[in-house]
């Protein structure tokens, strides 16, 4: 999916509303970490970055705005769906860095409940990637090891992070690249080994 509320969004807000991008998205960076490990809510987050003084418009049309922002890319999501279902031994966990509303609204509105397992998020573990913990977390919770997983991102940065606690771990390009890749690692069911996909 696109990501649910970043800066290419933010710009997009500005020109929508009628407001001082830069204005409002240095006050982005000082809060937003906050609001991601769920320490405000988005109303919080909303007054701090926007609502500080009356503007022309409602907090309600905003968030509406926000929300409408998360869209779901082609063909990835749809085929992960099937390939769970050809691998019902994989579990497939989700780590993501989101402020619950937004996580909430994401998890229900693309139902991801289809192919993720589990989701550790940053809202409700209070930790974000690239914290090292929260790979960890994840780790303990689903009781596997490192070698046992594999993790993809499409920030190279977080890879990395991943990798620094041992994680297998790979820069999702695009559909067709991790779609293959998925195909070679399970080219077809295998009851005898169970893996853990994160």
Not at 162 to 189: C, I, M, W
Request: charged letters at 25%; glycine letters at 6%; proline letters at 4%.
């Amino acid at each position: 999916m696109t990501n649910g509320w970043g800066h290419e969004s933010r710009q997009k807000a500005a020109e929508e509303f009628g407001f001082d991008y830069i204005e409002m998205n240095n006050l982005h960076d000082f809060i937003f970490n906050i609001y991601e490990i769920g320490n405000i809510t988005l109303d919080e987050y909303l007054d701090t970055v926007l609502f500080y003084q009356p503007r022309g418009f409602t907090k309600e049309d905003f968030t509406a705005f926000m929300f409408s922002e998360s869209k779901q890319l082609p063909y990835m999501l749809d085929w992960l769906i099937g390939w769970k279902k050809q691998n019902t031994d994989v579990k497939i966990i989700s780590i993501n860095n989101e402020g619950r509303e937004l996580n909430d609204y994401r998890i229900k509105k693309f139902g991801l409940h289809r192919c993720f397992d589990a989701f550790f998020s940053s809202c409700e573990v209070k930790m974000r990637k690239p914290d090292p913990g929260i790979f960890r977390l994840a780790l303990g919770i689903a009781q596997v090891s490192t070698q046992e997983c594999l993790y993809f991102d499409d920030r190279p940065m977080l890879v990395e992070a991943a990798q620094r606690v041992g994680l297998p771990a790979l820069v999702h390009q695009d559909f067709e690249s991790t779609k293959n890749f998925l195909k070679k690692y399970r080219p077809s069911y295998d009851s005898e080994s169970t893996k853990s996909v994160l």
